[in-house]
């Protein structure tokens, strides 16, 4: 079986633009990254990944994330 080929740039732009904005309002909300892993039940070294934009986070996680934050998860994609 082949191996998937990698992502666009232009995707890669926009998983990075999404972690951002992920980090943008755990911040504003005054959390760390271990505090959302614990209420989001996403480990740590994935927040890290999904932040930085090297991991692509499912909608599952997304929505975990937002309501470990308390955000809209449209917040993440606007």
Known sequence: MPSASP???WVLTQRRAIGERIRAER???G??????SIRSGVDRASVVR???GQQSPTVDTLIRLAVAIGV???A???
Request: net charge negative; proline share 14%.
């Open 7 to 9: 992502p666009p740039d």
């Open 27 to 29: 911040l504003h909300a």
């Open 31 to 36: 959390l760390t990254q271990e505090q959302i």
């Open 50 to 52: 999904i932040e930085q």
């Open 72 to 74: 809209p998860l449209v």
């Open 76 to 78: 993440f994609v606007q």
